[in-house]
């Protein structure tokens, strides 16, 4: 792994959008994208930039069940304002918090991956060392699920929501091989609510218990931490 170290979320925001740069600058085209306030300056960058996506396709990880892209708590919502608004792609996908069919959905889902595999994927952490929403435990071959958030999660991604009953309890993830396939990965932390996370997923086992400490396992990961995320190193 790849770790670069800066000094908070405004700098690693330009590393993120120089990684962008690259890989789209060698022909990449198919971007996996992450939601939470993490990858936000990297957004940012890459909306005052003048980077064109418009021949692109973009995948993101997860949405919750039970809510529609017109739901300001969804993640098809934030990605909308965040980044499609300002950088549309020729194609977007999310997965479907309204589908029905929930087995369906998941099987259509990973069609898609399939059909588009990633040449760069972006990702945040949970506290828990989570990436996209698959919560310890889950299986390192695991592909597209609907996953039962744990508490933990439900309590941090509470303070989007005006009330925490309000936080779904279900989500669709993209499973930990598909994220795994990814051409290359950056994952992005900050604040020392992270550094337990990341100390365990640079330092640590690589086990199921910690998702993210798999990225030791990929053969072209990046890590931007800043100082605080860095300091349990
Ligand atoms: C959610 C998302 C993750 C994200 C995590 C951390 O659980 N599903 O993809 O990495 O939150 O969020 P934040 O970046 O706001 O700390």
Known sequence: MNVIV?????????????IFRQVKDRGGKVFGLATGSTPLTTYQELCNSDIDFSDCTSINLDEYV????????????FMKQNLFNQKPFAKSYIPNGLAQDIAEEVAH???????????????GIGRNGHIGFNEPGTPFDSTTHEVHLTPS????????????DEVPRY???????????AKHILLEAYGDAKADAIAKTIEGPVTEEVPASILQKHSDATLIIDEAAASKL
């Open 66 to 77: 039970g809510l529609g892209p017109n739901n300001d708590q969804s993640y098809a919502y």
């Open 153 to 164: 999660t439900i309590e941090a991604n509470s303070r989007f929501f005006d009330n925490p």
């Open 109 to 123: 889902y990973d069609q898609i991956i399939a059909d588009h595999p990633v040449d760069l994927q972006i990702l």
């Open 6 to 18: 800066v000094k908070n979320a405004q700098e690693g925001g330009k590393e993120g959008y120089q």
């Open 171 to 181: 989500a669709l993830s993209m499973g930990m091989a598909s994220i795994m396939k």
